[in-house]
DNA sequence: GTCTATAGCCTGATAGAC
DNA sequence: GTCTATCAGGCTATAGAC
């Protein structure tokens, strides 16, 4: 999994006592089964039976582990952001550009593909207005955009890459890598022999090189 | 509004009478307040209460005009799938090739920006398996897909086009310009002074003309 | 720590007066 | 056609036995 674990937060029940085996193993069956019910069916279409029950848990013992159906759903979130940003954090501004950039393209789209249930709770997320997460948006998102958007503009002012509008390249990342994982039902239903995942690296890595290889 | 109306589903209340000015007032009050509802909550997250009262009706008469709270969503649904291939159906197999995709591209970015709820209704459905959709993604949407690949095979064959897999374009392209609708949010988070949509449509344009034009 | 039972709220849908 | 009142079911969360 790729969420990086903050250290649990211990519930008002356990006295901030470390946590035994037990509970460490039932706390990540829950948060593995909430994160495959709440990416299929959103928040409100998630309940805290079908998480218990694909958890192997009653509902009742369920909470006596998290207090409550949206305690889970932030605690999934929470390490999300983060850990969906890495990719782009590791963008090293001494590498050579195209190289980067294409780097950062496979690394993205490879998380699409090993992390599709995590791209689809974020996906429920934004689409729903973000409710959850808009101020890490605005904030550390915006940061680390910035930062690398300024990155590219340097590339581009040393002629290291052709000229294309820097956050738009970026937001064209975000939405060609994810699209794989959050559409997957309709790409399949339209090529519905294959993996459509065999032939994307390809296609992605073409594109970005067409657009940004120098003249 | 881009949905094409169906003869309107006449309840079984109405008896099969030609709909009055009222009633059809109503219902398109009650389509538009759903669509709004629904493409920000998704189906789970609404509620016929708040559709009601966003339609200034109260609960029982919505229920008058429509049977459930599934009717109304499925109304909505009904035909959008329709409308919003109409931008690649019209790809002309006479024109000049590389200038039919460009001229694709702008009609679907425009339509996420002239309809960006029903693109959302859309990417909830989608994101969440597509309950209600699945079986005419994998046949009215793959017939036309299959088609529109092979046109532009054809025109890679013919040395129009620089090579690329058909299939992943047409993906790239929903995916490209739907972004904007769907992760307005976001976007709008990281770019917090214009609107995204003033730079999108150049840098789109220059992507698919660098991916595409003939070597 | 885990269970059964249940409280209490929300919501979809209906009854029936006007 | 529109309303008030209300039912019935599903859901989150808690009580309390073990």
């Not at 249930?117 to 948006?137: C, K, M, T, W, Y």
């Not at 680390?144 to 590339?155: N, P, T």
């Not at 581009?156 to 052709?162: M, N, Q, R, V």
């Amino acid at each position: 999994m790729p969420s990086k674990s903050q250290p649990a937060q211990t519930s008002a029940r356990t006295k901030n006592r470390a946590p035994t085996r037990i509970q460490q193993k039932n706390r990540a069956a829950i948060l593995g089964a909430a994160l495959d019910v709440f990416s299929a069916q959103g928040f409100r279409g998630a309940t805290i039976d079908q998480i218990a029950t694909s958890a192997g848990l009653s509902k009742p013992n369920l909470l006596y582990y998290f207090p409550s159906k949206e305690a889970i759903h932030n605690t999934l979130l929470a390490g999300l952001l983060d850990t969906w940003l890495d990719p782009l954090r590791a963008m090293n501004p001494a590498g050579d550009p195209l190289q980067e950039i294409l780097a950062y393209v496979h690394r993205k789209l490879q998380m699409s593909r090993d992390y599709p249930r995590e791209s689809r709770l974020f996906a429920n997320e934004i689409v729903q207005g973000a409710p959850r997460i808009h101020d890490a948006l605005s904030t550390d998102l915006k940061e680390l955009v910035d930062e690398k958007a300024a990155l590219i503009s340097s590339w581009i002012a040393d002629g290291k890459l052709a000229p294309v509008h820097p956050y738009h390249l970026i937001f064209s990342i975000w939405s060609l890598t994810q699209h794989y994982a959050d559409f997957d039902v309709q790409i399949r239903a339209v090529m519905n022999t294959q993996d459509p995942f065999d032939d994307a690296p390809e296609f992605i890595d073409t594109l970005y090189r067409r657009l940004l290889s120098p003249p």
